[in-house]
């Protein structure tokens, strides 16, 4: 079997260990596995969501709040809209912001950078209001031990600080007047430019332009200890930035990287990253968002690709942490999220919908069950899943010989793909060959699998390829064997 290895589109494709194309899919550890495309649960936003939070108080009652540029919304279960909570006069989020959220206890904390940093009560009644007349305006927001944590800070009396950190008094998200008795304080970090993301924990992971700073509690009178364990590389992709627990994972100037708490290592080097960095639009950074769907084992990143139009992202690349490989899909969406759903009666189903047959995912589905995990993005506006039809996905071996330094006729495909239980799909090939590494090659038309499992092709050189084209509800692939003669060496 010519099996589908990790994706390595960074190495020549001639004799390449992996596979040059993978595309709609998500790597497994003996192939790749399907991925399936968005399908909407709310109503509309009236711009475009730039923030999704998920939220669950202590009786275990869920919440799911989205946010455009001049509101947040919270999603009504009993008819699927988008309830405008905002505090009176709503919000004006900037065109390079976008709205970040924690939950610290029963409070879900909320900041744009342009407004004050807004709170409400998880799952309850009410409008978003203001955090602390003392808090400053922020980019970014951690939860860090029992504090709130902001970076790139905005206040009255300092003005724009992009270096700056500023906490909270321990155990009180309202309380931010600097004092040594609450500990609400604040830290510059001179040298290492703008802050461009900020991870909470035991201990803060602060990324900025030039490097990475850790931030560990230590109690009076410092508070925080503020360790440059980072210095080599930084983040100037705030979208870039998601995190494994203290696994902290970014866009460097030279690819992808994870830091691990005291250095980084690079996992995209020789892989994707020549791939991804001809691949993406940097001119639309700011459009870019990230996120971890731990039930996958996988980080996505959401981007505008050199193809897009206006800079809309277009294009994910997937990384599976636990695996070390790496996919993409051809799917646009405005922001990435890992959410848990509100509960749905059937009654309310019924009513958001309009009707229990169309639903977009399956009755049974973790979509209409409280407190479910779920991967999700926006999109048109709408909060939506990735719980819809399975994409239509493409995977391609690298270049071979049959046999080294003979010309060969490939006849037959065999592919080794399954289908979801009860489903239908289809499956075909398509070879592209060639005589000489300098030549250009061309794919030839697809043909299909017949009941014999082959799938009948002619192509003849001496390098040769092969692509598999896989619609319908499709499930796992692994690779592929090939029948074969050489026919000479000229």
């Known amino acids: 079997m010519i099996r589908f290895g990790e994706f390595l589109p960074d190495q020549s494709a001639f004799n390449n260990a992996g596979t040059t194309v993978a595309t709609n899919v998500i790597p497994s550890l003996t192939g790749y596995e ?4 968005l399908s909407a649960i ?8 730039v923030g999704l939070f998920a939220a669950r108080d202590d009786n275990g009652n869920t919440a799911l709040y989205a946010a455009d540029r001049a509101k947040i919304y919270k999603f009504d279960t009993s008819d699927g809209s988008l309830d405008n909570i905002s505090k009176s006069g709503n919000y004006s989020t900037g065109t390079e912001d976008k709205v970040r959220f924690v939950q610290y206890g029963e409070t879900v904390v909320a900041t744009n950078f342009a407004d004050p940093i807004q709170k409400i009560t998880a799952a309850a009644s009410g409008l978003f209001s203001d955090l602390s007349a003392d808090a400053p305006k922020a980019k970014y927001i951690a939860v860090v031990r029992d504090f709130v944590m902001t970076g790139f800070t905005n206040t009255t009396s300092a003005g724009t600080k992009p270096y700056r950190t500023q906490w909270s008094a321990l155990g009180d998200a309202t309380s931010w007047a600097v004092s040594a008795t609450t500990q609400a304080d604040f830290q510059d970090i001179d040298d290492l430019g703008d802050i461009t993301g900020l991870v909470g924990g035991e201990y803060a992971t602060i990324l900025l332009e030039k490097g990475i700073v850790r931030a560990s509690y230590i109690g009076s009178p410092l508070i925080f ?3 440059k364990v980072e210095l080599n590389r930084g983040c100037k992709v705030p979208g870039s930035v ?3 627990g203290h696994a902290v994972f970014y866009l460097a100037d030279d690819g992808f990287y994870m830091f691990d708490g005291k250095e980084s290592r690079p996992i995209g080097a020789e892989k994707v990253n020549k791939f991804f960095l001809e691949d993406w639009d940097g001119a639309y950074a700011k459009n870019m968002s ?13 981007y505008a690709s050199t193809s897009a139009t206006a800079g809309v ?8 942490y636990a695996l070390d490989k790496w996919s993409t899909a051809n799917i646009g969406v405005d922001h990435l999220a890992g959410v848990y759903t509100a509960g749905f009666t059937l009654e309310q189903l019924d009513a958001a919908f309009g009707s229990l047959d169309v639903l977009p995912a399956s009755l049974d589905g973790v979509v209409y069950r409280g407190g479910e995990f779920v991967f999700a993005a926006s999109k048109d506006n709408k909060i939506q899943t990735f719980t819809g039809s399975t994409l239509a996905a493409i995977v391609e071996t690298g270049e071979f010989e049959v046999r080294k330094g003979n010309r060969s006729l490939i006849r037959n495909v065999i592919p080794y ?10 499956v075909t090939a398509q070879v592209a060959s060639r005589n000489r590494q300098i030549d250009t090659f061309t794919f030839g038309s697809s043909s299909s699998l017949n009941t014999d499992n082959f799938i009948p092709v002619r192509s003849e050189g001496r390098y040769h390829r092969i692509r598999l084209n896989l619609t319908g509800e499709w499930n796992k692939t692994q690779g592929i064997d090939i029948d074969a003669t050489t026919t000479g060496r000229r």
């Open 34 to 37: 399907s991925f399936q495309g």
């Open 313 to 320: 992202p277009d294009r994910l690349i997937i990384y599976n």
């Open 417 to 426: 793909v399954t289908l979801r239980e009860n489903e239908t799909g289809a």
């Open 225 to 227: 200890q503020f360790d």
């Open 242 to 244: 998601a995190n494994v």
């Open 290 to 302: 990230s996120a971890v769907d731990p039930l996958r084992q996988v980080i996505i990143w959401s």
């Open 42 to 49: 709310s109503g509309t936003a009236d711009s475009t969501i």
